[in-house]
């Protein structure tokens, strides 16, 4: 099946996703010191169950979910616990962390490699709450916990698990060295999530530009037993192709209403690493302490993808990466249409990071401001059918409510506007901001 | 070491297309270089002249506005240049030097600076420009070098001259057969302004503008097609290419009508205005009193731009009608 249909607009930057090479994960070394910032998901953060001096274990639980919309988390490597105070985050700035001096003798809670047997004949309440103690979040980039996304309410039945492997991002590989690597793993978490959610059918899409996965994964369907409703969907090479309502449009048919979820078309979305944890998690009884981060950018000497443990800070990724001789300008974590630019290096890795790129003065754009001249590219090229120039336009006259009148809350910030925009107008600086207005201006009413 | 760097933080996305509105200006201006050409070949020296005068005024009043303004001279994207250009090519090759500097001050000054510089102005630069000029100089507006031999008592003429005060004989007796009609046409060995007679060169120009992404199909394909619609059910067949390649069609519907300031934003709203164009300029030519309509149809369509996109509004994903 060749991938025909796909949404409407989107933009075609350059992949740079060759700067890697070969597509192998290679184990980063524990770090001597791992920050474990409380805030990994979206919600609360966590709640401290250790204090300064406690010896842990790669895997101890070091802090508790606190709220529903929040996640466990647990320690990167084995030592002890030194401080809990303000460090740098990648998302916050700055965040309440627990640093942990490893012993370097990397000492797990348990055996990790060794699977389950039991987990095929657990119910599906087990099955969630071995997911909620792991400190699942989604991987991607959203950090949303697994756990309630994958709990809809009874009266949304899921019909269509989609499995998002689309990595639309210019210059990430590190789902697609997942795929690569941990196929039958995955397979496995998605029958387990599949059977859980009593779907119909599991759907797994894979850019075009992955041939390689594509064809491993139609493969090893074709070779599983109980394989039914289990799909590859080839997508079109288009960015933000792995967006989730992108997603769903372009392989169900089905828009999911405006302020809407997915589970209101029927449809769960979980990207690819967290189909990948949610299998270590049931089957090996594995948490979340490491995830596959892409290391790359043109500022960046050997670019490669590693599994690397939480907490680990940019600093020692990009030394051991090695800087190239060339005149940086920026560190993002994340790819280079949503990530978010760094201003240290002391920020550590964190659930959400999927990606940490160094980019070179030619590669990072400079943004001249120049007057909108009405193009109407940003249109066009808008997934969400917005005015992105419209609405960017009312930000910054300050007529929020204007702004939200025609889309401004419909905007999901992936950036095809600005990229795309010739006059290098801060369209998305204005529409965030302009969002960030507005629901202030909500809370305040209430 | 990354402490050592000086790390620049902005807001997502940190990387953008190649395609500025600088380029986007200089490949308009390029793919208008054919179309220049064959008016200079066509018409001789002072076709050039009036190139380059009204080029230089252009640039000039721009640096002028901008002090003035005190806003950044914005030379190098290449929007003046642009204007420039454009107004030379829909004026008369042999019309005076002075009133194509007189009209490019009125271009820049009057239509783009007094309404906010560039991207804020209503109606397009060029054909403001235009317009200015055949409201104060109409005589030397009409004025044409023309290339054919005319019948006694018609001194010179457009092919759309000819066939409004004339009638079609006349134009028969000038060019013989339709086929030869439409081959002049065609090639641009008619009267007329400097850059709108070729067809075929202004159409090359215009796919180059396609292909490189610079404007989209929807103004010059609504209109080109409005017109092949109106001149079939108003003339006939032999209408239609009389009227896609007389005048100043290829020019207006591909470098003016789809100039992206003064057109609507949206797809829909683009087709919409293109069909306005089309409308309007088939209406002054076969019953307005100027021969040629494409100037005053798309500064009439540039007028109600704002209108065209308040009911052309984009549909919102998730959002049912």
Known sequence: MKARVTFKGGIHPPENKGLCGELSIKDFPPPETAVLPLQQSLGSASEPVVKKGDKVKKGTLIARSKGYISSNLHSSVSGEVIDIRKSPHPLLGEANAIIIKSDNRDEPERDYSAEEASADSLSSGEILELIQNAGIVGLGGATFPAHVKLNPPADKPIKTFIINGAECEPYLTSDHSL???????????????????????????????????????RQKIIQLKNAEGLQVFPLKVKYPQGAEKQLIYTLTGKEVPSGGLPMDVSVLVHNIGTVFAVYEAVFLRKP???????????????????????????????????????????????????????????????????????????????FEHLACIRCGKCVSVCPMGLMPAEISKMVEKGRIDTAKSIGLMDCMECGSCNYICPSGTNLLQYIKLGKYEYLRSKNVKR | MLKDKHLTVTVSPHIKTSLTTERMMWI?????????????????????????????????????????????????????????????????PEFPLWMCALGSFFSIAVSKFAFGGLGHNIFNPALAGRAFLMGAFAKEM????????????????????????????????????????????????????????????????????????????????????????????????????????????????????????????????????????????????????????????????????????????????????
């Open chain 2, 142 to 321: 009409t004025t044409w070098k023309t290339l054919q031999d005319f019948p006694d008592g018609i001194t010179a003429a457009t092919p759309l001259n000819l066939l409004k005060e004339q009638g079609y004989d006349s134009l028969m007796k000038v060019f013989d057969s339709h086929s030869h009609l439409f081959k002049e046409l065609f090639i641009g060995r008619v009267g007329g302004s400097i850059g709108e007679t070729s067809a075929a060169l202004l159409i090359i120009g215009g796919l180059i503008l396609i292909f490189a992404r610079v404007t989209t199909w929807h103004i010059p394909v609504s209109y080109i097609l409005t017109v092949i619609i109106v001149s079939y059910f108003t003339g006939g067949l032999f209408d239609i290419p009389f009227h896609l390649f007389t005048g100043g069609l290829m020019l207006g519907a591909f470098f003016m009508a789809t100039d992206p300031v003064t057109s609507p934003i949206t797809p829909k709203g683009q087709i919409i205005f293109g069909i306005g164009c089309g409308l309007f300029t088939m209406l002054i030519r076969i019953r307005g009193g100027y021969p040629e309509g494409v100037c005053y149809a798309i500064l009439l369509m540039n007028s109600v731009t704002p209108l065209i996109e308040r009911f052309s509004k984009t549909r919102i994903f998730g959002v049912k009608r």
């Open chain 2, 28 to 92: 308009v201006s390029a793919a208008l270089i054919p179309a220049a050409g064959a008016g200079i070949y066509f018409f001789g020296p002072h076709a050039a002249l009036v190139i380059a005068v009204c080029v230089g005024a252009s640039i000039i009043t721009e640096l002028f506005c901008a002090v003035l303004m005190k806003k950044p001279a914005t030379i190098k994207d290449g929007s003046a240049f642009l204007t420039g250009l454009l107004l030379a090519l829909c004026l008369p």
């Open chain 1, 179 to 217: 795929m690569l690597e941990c196929a039958d793993r995955i397979l496995k978490g998605a029958a387990l999530i599949k059977k859980m959610l009593k779907a119909e059918k599991c759907l797994i899409a894979i850019e075009e530009n992955k041939k390689d996965a594509i064809a491993l994964f």
């Open chain 1, 288 to 366: 979340l302490f490491e995830r596959i981060v892409t290391v790359s950018g043109k500022g960046i000497k050997n670019p490669a993808n590693w599994r690397v443990r939480i907490g680990t800070t940019f600093k020692m990724l990009v030394n051991h990466s090695g800087l190239a001789d060339k005149k940086i300008k920026k560190l993002i974590m994340g790819g280079p249409m949503m990530g978010l630019a760094q201003y240290t290096d002391e920020v550590p890795v964190v659930k959400a990071t999927s990606g940490i790129l160094v980019l070179t003065s030619d590669e990072a754009a400079d």
